[in-house]
């Protein structure tokens, strides 16, 4: 676990928001950081390492649900794509995009819930990133584990 504590850090938060802030005026194409995607989930961001690590939470909301009443893997897949696609901006200080990203389910979520995710930068190279993340429910349980590659644009 990068993060031990699971609640709001309001100064890390501030300087994420003008590492982001300051990254959209260096490029070419518009961006809109976080996507609307992020607010359509409720996420918010908790805790930030300067270019090394995010942590966000996502409350687990009823139209998220797949027949089993656990949030469905497209969707925990788009809570670690809204982790990780911000701290891949902040930690490139440019436009970035997936090159891929894969997934490992280990538990499920249940509505009511709050998924914790937080991602790391691995490495950097010159034109990649090499990023994990992990999923965990409201009471510390590992619930899945992703990893990615980012080109840096």
Known sequence: MLFTERRLFQEEIDVL???????KGKSPITLEIPPPCFFDMQGQFLRYISRKGLLV?????????NPIGVMQGGVLAAAFDNTLG????????????TLDMSQTYLRGVKKGDTLF??????????????????????????????????LIL
Request: proline share 3%; glycine share 4%.
């Open 17 to 23: 928001w003008r590492e982001m802030n300051a990254m």
């Open 57 to 65: 939470s996502f409350p687990v909301l009823d139209k998220q649900l």
């Open 86 to 97: 911000p701290l891949s901006y902040a930690a490139a200080q440019k436009a970035a995009v």
């Open 117 to 150: 995710c937080e991602a790391e930068v691995v490495t950097r190279g010159q034109r990649t990133l090499y990023m994990t993340a992990s999923a965990f429910d409201q009471r510390g349980k590992l619930v899945a584990t992703a990893q990615t590659q980012i």
